[in-house]
């Protein structure tokens, strides 16, 4: 009886043991006010009976835990249960029975009393069975339930922490390709600019593969990385792009996804400045909005541009990420007007 749910906390046990002794203080007032028997032998009825069922009470929980709902069907249920209830309530009044009679042998009132009420008797055995087994049942799925609860979310959090790897997988290989070109096509042609490049990359990689474990990062931090990633960028490409910064200082100690900014600077890359003829002018701006930190990247592009394709497998992989991190899916927004591409993320201010 380990496995019984009352018996494994004392709280529960001492819940169960006061329910039977306001059943025996019941069942005494009843004897002895209904039925006009002996005193004493209204107490030991009402003590020894109650005490039995007591008992066998805590014995009901295998009925329930080896008779599951789940694996077998409501008629067998309650034919294996009908037949329980009736050979419990005979051991329960065969016991009680000889108990009372061995104390008092020559009472034959009491005797008189026993067979007069043993319909009744048997009755109120059958009914404690299934109310027993009933409770039994509700706890078993109550408990069954919080479990499924506590795997589905244990098994939610490891989905999303898979998914969350993928989608940061899927973006860095990018740019070490993009940028392993580049060095390549540069050793012949400038290799102290490859050797930069180089040197450039170990840093951006050797502070990836620091952070890599981790969700989210000061955006300071970020920040600087991304600055790796623009020095790079301007070994490669020169006077065609200039970045701007206007970062609020109430910004830099906020957390951020960890690599979230590093795909969209590498799309405007992509997509304005490699297309673009004329100097493109990246803007990072970052302010507190509410609740808010609302970071934003916006850049121009050319007339022949008009379709810029800025929101491809980055922007994408920003806003899968920032649902599974935040739970909302309005954290993402993309504009594009009067030849200037814009992306504003909205994330929500947390100490981590």
């Excluded at 009352?6 to 043991?17: A, C, D, H, T, V």
């Excluded at 039995?52 to 009925?63: A, D, E, H, P, R």
């Excluded at 249960?81 to 009132?109: E, M, N, Q, R, V």
């Excluded at 600019?193 to 955006?219: G, P, V």
């Amino acid at each position: 009886m380990l496995n019984n749910p009352i018996l494994k906390n004392f709280r529960n046990f001492s819940f169960y043991l006061l329910f039977w002794l306001i059943l025996i203080l019941l069942s005494f007032i009843i004897l002895i006010t209904g039925e006009k028997i002996d005193l004493s032998i209204a107490a030991a009825d009402s003590i020894i009976f109650n005490l039995i069922l007591c008992g066998l009470g805590l014995s009901f929980w295998y009925s329930a835990k080896y008779i599951p709902f789940e694996n077998n069907k409501i008629p067998k249920i309650i034919l294996s249960h009908a037949i329980g209830g009736f050979i419990t309530s005979i051991i329960w009044l065969s016991l009680g029975y000889f108990i009372i009679t061995s104390i008092y042998p020559s009472s034959l009132s009491y005797k008189s009393f026993f067979y007069s009420t043993l319909p009744w008797r048997f009755l109120i055995g059958l009914l404690f069975y299934f109310l027993i087994t009933t409770f039994y049942y509700v706890i078993i799925y109550y408990t069954g339930f919080q479990e499924r609860i506590i795997q589905e979310s244990e098994l939610k959090n490891l989905i999303t922490q898979a998914e969350l790897k993928s989608l940061k997988f899927q973006i860095n290989p990018h740019f070490i390709f993009n940028s392993l070109n580049s060095m390549s096509a540069l050793t012949t042609i400038d290799p102290d600019k490859a050797r930069s490049m180089i040197l450039k990359l170990a840093d951006f990689l050797r502070y990836t593969l620091a952070n890599n474990e981790k969700q989210k990062n000061k955006l300071k931090e970020e920040l600087h990385n991304i600055k790796l990633y623009l020095d790079i960028e301007k070994i490669r490409f020169e006077d065609k792009f200039d970045f701007v910064e206007n970062v609020e200082p109430a910004c830099l100690e906020s957390y951020v996804p960890n690599m979230l900014l590093q795909p969209l600077i590498e799309n405007a890359i992509k997509h304005a400045v490699y297309e673009s003829i004329e100097k493109v002018i990246l803007k990072l701006e970052c302010k507190k909005v509410n609740e808010f930190i609302n970071i934003s990247l916006e850049n121009n592009f050319e007339n022949g541009n008009s379709k810029p394709k800025g929101a491809g497998i980055g922007i994408k992989n920003i806003s899968n990420r920032l649902e599974l991190l935040y739970n909302r899916k309005n954290l993402l927004e993309v504009k594009k007007e009067n030849n200037i591409f814009r992306v504003d993320l909205f994330i929500p201010v947390s100490e981590y």
